[in-house]
């Protein structure tokens, strides 16, 4: 049963730059055919999705962060990261990452991690 | 962006209702939706995919049905751990996006 899990800084300052890592286990990342995603929830907020690496180093992002974000996947060590350049505290939240299928057009999240919150503060 | 719209925002409903859970969206997606649970503190959970078919695993009392700007989550016989918030995502376009989710409380 594939499982993931977040980790990186919980507190990131103005301007800097944050940085998240989700580790796959119970499954290889290089699987085809999976979109290594990430999401996230701002404080009593609905969800935000961020965008996806694919195994092959392809990614796609949402285009209102788009500016400011870097995906990258390293298959050796399955896992997969996020960086988020210029941080305000708008990009305070709760990051979860997830394991994207697709049908068609249909890209549906299962399963995700348990989720890690990042505050940016001074 | 297609815009997700998901009423009521909030429900409340007691042990073995019947309660249905709907999702607009601003254009049309075909049956590009899926349906997720999610408990407080918690990760999402999904509960449906294209529309109307059940993730394996998921309880037989959730169903969800819609096509084109309209989408229903059904659940019958409400149990005590059905009580959380629900949420809406599209896959047709990118950026994919959510509905504002949908709290079922305890009456």
């Known amino acids: 049963q594939v499982q993931l899990q977040e980790s990186g800084p919980g507190l990131v300052r103005p301007s800097q730059t944050l940085s998240l890592t989700c580790t796959v286990s119970g499954g290889s990342i290089s699987s085809g055919g999976y979109y290594w995603s990430w999401i996230r929830q701002h404080p009593g907020k609905g969800l935000e999705w961020i965008g996806y690496v694919y195994f092959s180093g392809s990614t796609q992002y949402n285009p209102s962060l788009k500016s400011r974000l870097t995906m990258s996947i390293d298959t050796s060590k399955n896992h997969f990261s996020l960086r988020l350049y210029s941080v305000t505290a708008a990009d305070t939240a709760v990051y979860y990452c997830?394991?994207?299928?697709?049908?068609?057009?249909?890209?549906?999240?299962?399963?995700w991690g348990q989720g890690t919150l990042v505050t940016v503060s001074s | 962006d297609i815009q997700m719209t998901q009423s009521p925002s909030s429900l409340s409903a007691s042990v073995g209702d019947r309660v249905t859970i709907t999702c607009r969206a601003s254009q049309s997606i075909s049956i590009y939706l899926n349906w997720y649970q999610q408990k407080p503190g918690k990760a999402p959970k999904l509960l449906i995919f294209a529309a109307s078919s059940l993730q394996s695993g998921v309880p037989s009392r959730f169903s969800g049905s819609g096509s084109g700007t309209d989408f229903t989550l059904t659940i019958n016989s409400l149990q005590p751990e059905d009580f959380a918030i629900y949420h809406c995502?599209?896959?047709?376009?990118?950026?994919?996006?959510f509905g504002q989710g949908t709290k079922l409380e305890i009456k």
């Open positions: 997830a394991r994207g299928s697709a049908i068609g057009l249909n890209n549906w999240f299962d399963p």
């Open positions: 995502q599209q896959s047709y376009t990118m950026p994919y996006t």
